[in-house]
């Protein structure tokens, strides 16, 4: 088993990738966030970054095309679209 020397503090990967994940920050931002806590290339930054999914997604445009039985689950939740 390997000794680890040093403690690495991972909040500010964990949180560049967060702030990303949910909306708050863009790639460029987050890449540079997330390359200057780890200390990772920018390629590796952004490959790690694009594999994720976004929750940010909402429906803007106060319609939807999406079928009827979809559109009831979303019910009274924040991604209803608003006729």
Same mark, same amino acid.
């Given at each position: 088993? %390997? ?12 949180? %560049?990738?967060?702030?990303?994940? *949910?909306?708050?920050? @863009?790639?460029?931002? %987050? ?9 990772? #290339?920018?390629?590796?930054? &952004? ?8 929750? @940010? *997604? ?6 939807? @095309?999406? #079928? ?10 924040? @991604? &209803? %679209?608003?006729?």
């Amino acid at each position: 088993m %390997a000794k680890i020397e040093t403690k690495v503090d991972v909040t500010g990967m964990i949180d %560049a990738m967060v702030d990303y994940r *949910v909306g708050q920050t @863009n790639m460029k931002s %987050a890449t540079k966030e997330l390359q200057e806590t780890t200390g990772l #290339p920018v390629e590796v930054c &952004e490959v790690l970054l694009k594999e994720m999914r976004r929750h @940010n *997604v909402t429906q803007i445009r106060g319609y939807s @095309n999406e #079928p009827e039985r979809l559109r009831k689950g979303k019910k009274g939740k924040s @991604n &209803e %679209a608003v006729r």
